[in-house]
């Protein structure tokens, strides 16, 4: 199974009663990426996935591509997408196997074929034990390991994912993650996968489209995203940030001279809370006090009160034992300090 480039041209969507969803948008996806459209609910990430299964029609003008082939005006069921939903959208009334079967009928392939895809698909999804079970008798992981197999035993030539892992529990998901980014990864599918949870994008993204409004705020690698965002709501979308508004001189805060560009307005300092380190008093460029010490094991997170508006956050992997009130004192590594545009 090999993947093929999608091309969006121009993809908007306005509905009938005048909301705009999506603006245009311009998106390349490379043959065998897998890239996610990460955003909060309402920001036109599914819009986009739908557009590109056929589900949606975009604006007039707006055109999409599966390689060389124009798809605009081909329905769903014509353009050989594969799809995995949050409410799995799996049949009761069949098992297991006929679940998995059931596109492989649709397409009328051989039965030898069809029996040689469907033990293929269970031995990939780890879930031959469960090939005569009804819907009803699996666990919500195991339903969403069917759905992943029934949507990729017709050999797609792209896979689209809407928020599947939502529905089941923090272990779970964690767990589902590392199957279906090894899944992508042997398949070389081009996948688009939509999430409102950064943990996700991050680890199954080999690129990033961050969405807000209708638009893509920015599209890059994980590491792009996270290090260098182009805008504050990009960095405080993705992971947590730290923010501190007023002039780095003006005795709230003093950072490093020469490594925050100043101006006669009042600037906003954004840094993240890894980049926060615990130095001795001689050493600080802010001292504050402890709201709440949080031991997680590979690293302690500390709320301090520094005397700003908001608390400032800090992910030490120092070991250190805090309690409230104690007085802390503080370095922030210059070079991971961001003036950025809101």
């Known amino acids: 199974m090999t993947g093929i480039p999608i091309q969006l041209q ?69 353009r050989n997408v594969g799809m995995v939903f949050q409410s799995y959208a799996l ?25 040689a895809r469907l033990q293929e698909m269970l031995a990939m999804m780890r879930i031959e034990p469960l090939a005569n079970r009804r819907i009803d008798q699996l666990s919500g992981g195991q339903r969403q390991r069917v759905a992943l197999a029934r949507a990729i035993a017709p050999r797609p030539r792209v896979l689209l994912l809407d928020e599947p892992l939502t529905a089941l529990d923090a272990k779970l998901r964690e767990d589902l993650r590392l199957e279906i980014d ?100 001689d050493q600080a460029q802010f001292s504050g006090r402890v709201i709440s010490s949080f031991f997680l094991g590979d690293h302690t997170r500390i709320v301090i009160d520094a005397g700003l508006t908001d608390p400032i956050v800090a992910r030490v992997q120092q070991r250190v034992a805090l309690r409230n009130g104690d007085p802390v004192h503080c370095r922030v590594d210059p070079d991971a300090i961001l003036n950025l545009p809101a």
Do not use: W
């Open 10 to 78: 121009q993809c908007g969507k306005t509905f009938p009663d005048g909301t705009r969803a999506l603006h245009p948008v311009d998106l390349e996806i490379a043959a065998g990426e897998t890239i996610v459209l990460l955003g909060p609910s309402g920001c036109g990430k599914t819009t986009m996935l739908r557009i590109i299964a056929g589900l949606e029609a975009p604006d007039p003008g707006g055109r999409v591509r599966f390689g060389a082939d124009e798809v605009t005006a081909v329905p769903i069921e014509k």
């Open 182 to 281: 090894r899944l992508l990864r042997s398949l070389n599918i081009t996948a688009v996968y939509v999430t409102h949870d950064q943990a996700e994008a991050m680890s199954l993204g080999d690129r990033i489209a961050v969405m807000d409004h209708g638009r893509i705020a920015q599209i890059g690698t994980p590491q792009d995203i996270y290090f260098r965002p182009a805008s504050a709501y990009v960095a405080d979308f993705v992971g947590t940030m730290n923010r501190v508004t007023g002039s780095p001189a003006d005795g709230r805060l003093m950072f490093a001279a020469g490594h925050v560009p100043t101006t006669s307005n009042a600037s906003e300092i954004m840094f993240r809370p890894e980049d926060l380190r615990l130095v001795d008093r």
């Open 91 to 115: 049949f009761p009334n069949l098992t297991v196997a006929g679940n998995i079967e059931y596109g492989l009928k649709i397409r009328r392939l051989p039965v030898a074929e069809r029996s």
